[in-house]
């Protein structure tokens, strides 16, 4: 586990020749925002960062503040831009991917940590997707499908090609392995509002493990970084501390221990930059200080086969993956088939 003063100098030693193309979805709020201004301070706003969200204010105002170039030869090069996407709906997360498409030739860094934590309201989109995994995992897959060229454009230079999901990695185990006979938390009875949020936590979890892995094996050059950030003060865990019902006090008891076992978002986002820059190439899944919990490094691309062993991917043990390269083919191909027709 690496102190604050390590990880603080680790991440200052980010010096990137190229100016960097930067993407963070959910970036005007939480560990998104905290990350996308420690980034910008640590290249002193020399990056085209484009931060994609909801609310447009916020981001105006975060832009504002963000460090600016005070010229050089690269005082051209940069730009701190916002693109508007309700990430709970496929079909936006389509069209701002289009969107950012043309407005960039290359992405160095996608980071995604928007995401959904209600346990009283599991929910199905318009797009008759379950809410949570739609705003956890769903979204996550199509950003990455979509912008995987522009990843690979900035690996074919030479540069850093690095993906990161901030959720919940390295909790899987064969104890724990990922659901393949409720795909989509569709198919089992959605009865009980508790049960079937928890079920979709879970499974967002074990999906991006599988997702990731799937990535990673056929991007050989380009890191996947799965990270848990831990208990983060922002309004996102607090949300998640709401109960209602016969289930209100323990709400009220985890809004009171929450603020003594949590840390503020730039802590936090010091740990995941600390992750994001220091793994090159491959599949990661990194805790909460930025330590890799598992990794694996592919030499060229690989074709999972149908081995059904949790925790074991490519032949190779992974403590805390929550899938198997059966599942992996079983998630991805499902994935594919939802998210296709949004």
Known sequence: ??????????????????????????????????MLEAFARYVQGRAHLVIVGRN????????AHLPKPDGGADSTQWTH????CDVSLMKNVR?????????????????????????????????????????????RFVWVEELLPLMQAAQARSEDAKVMSVLGAGRGSPKKPADLENL?????????RFAVALRSLIMSSNYTDAMFAYFAA????????????????????????????LLTPLGWILRLILPWISVSQDECAEHMLYALFKNERGLFLC???????????????????????????????????GASDLGVQKIVEYTKEATRAR
């Open 1 to 34: 586990m690496p102190t604050p003063a390590v990880v603080k100098a680790s991440n200052a030693s980010f010096h990137p020749s190229y100016v960097p193309v930067a993407v963070f979805v959910g970036g005007t709020s939480g560990v998104g925002q905290g």
């Open 56 to 63: 447009e204010h916020a981001a105006a105002d975060i832009i």
């Open 81 to 84: 831009e916002f693109v508007q």
């Open 95 to 139: 069209a701002a991917c289009s969107e950012i498409r043309a407005k960039c030739e290359r992405i160095n860094f996608l980071v995604m940590t928007a995401s959904y934590n209600s346990m009283m309201n599991p929910g199905v989109t318009s797009e008759g997707l379950d809410l949570h995994l739609a705003l956890r995992y769903y979204q």
């Open 184 to 192: 989509g938390n569709m198919t089992k009875p959605r009865e009980g």
């Open 218 to 245: 056929q991007n050989p050059g380009i890191a996947f970084i799965h990270i848990h950030p831990g208990a983060v003060r922002t309004s996102a865990h607090q949300a998640s501390t709401d109960f209602d019902g």
């Open 287 to 321: 805790d909460r200080y930025g330590d890799a919990v598992s990794s694996l490094v592919f030499d060229a691309p690989v074709e999972f086969g149908e081995n059904n062993e949790t925790s074991v991917l490519n032949g190779v043990p992974m403590p805390g993956y």
